[in-house]
């Protein structure tokens, strides 16, 4: 589980907060995701980076925005959450985009409140 | 797209008995199952996974399935033990060419393995 590590663990926050989640992959790899883990709801992909670059928007709301400074570090900026949006939020990496193994870190519980 | 189908959503077994979970999918060009295993307060562990040119593949109490005509593939757990009560998720994949490594996943599994 240390090959990806995620922080902070739990995050609670108000609508109004900014805050940001942040990954960091340590296997080398050259692509990294965001899903969402909503209860009783199949993971979401939300972005998909290949050598930092974004290939993938899975049609997720602005509030949510990605960053990818590097191949081994991934941001997810939050603003003006809604209580919806509560949910585990985790990140994977694999070799390459088109390799298929994904590799999880241990997610971020997020409660907006 | 892929549409991923996964049975039952919770099993419970004693433990030493056998766990069976399936998963059906409805893109026929997906080429790549994975399985994961996730327990309470951390992300999804790849346990074990099986690629389209392969029908069945084992490492030690576990082996997965896979019928391509019937667009179904399975995971079996032997002699079941306490540890291994976690939530599986089944995920399917067309990788490679073109396209990037999409993972489509089942809704999970909650397993309880009793001692």
């Known amino acids: 589980e240390t090959g990806v590590t995620q922080t902070p663990r739990h995050l609670v926050m108000g609508m109004t907060n900014k805050k940001s989640l942040k990954c960091e992959q340590h296997?080398?790899?050259?692509?990294m995701y965001w899903y969402k883990q909503s209860a009783k709801k199949p993971l979401e992909l939300m972005f998909v980076?290949?050598?930092?670059?974004?290939?993938e928007n899975n049609s997720v709301p602005s509030r949510f925005s990605p960053e990818c400074p590097n191949s081994s570090h991934l941001f997810l900026h939050l603003h003006t959450l809604q209580p919806e949006d509560s949910a585990l939020y985790l990140c994977?990496?694999?070799?390459?985009?088109?390799?298929?193994?994904?590799?999880f870190g241990p997610g971020t519980r997020l409660l907006v409140l | 797209g892929e549409n991923v189908e996964q049975h039952p959503s919770t099993l419970s077994v004693q433990e030493g008995d056998s766990a069976v979970i399936k998963c059906t999918y409805s893109?026929?060009?997906?080429?790549?199952f994975p399985w994961y295993k996730q327990e309470l307060g951390k992300g999804p562990q790849l346990i074990i996974d099986i690629r389209s040119n392969v029908g069945e593949k084992k490492d030690q109490r576990i082996a997965v399935t896979l019928n391509k005509t019937a667009k179904h593939f399975s995971l079996h757990i032997t002699e079941t033990q306490p540890e291994d009560s976690a939530v599986y998720f089944c995920a399917a994949s067309n990788a490679g060419g073109t396209s990037y490594g999409k993972l489509t996943f089942g809704q999970g599994t909650i397993l309880t393995v009793h001692p």
């Open positions: 994977a990496s694999s070799q390459e985009a088109r390799r298929e193994t994904q590799y």
């Open positions: 893109d026929s060009a997906s080429n790549y």
């Open positions: 296997l080398g790899h050259n692509a």
């Open positions: 980076y290949s050598l930092e670059e974004r290939v």
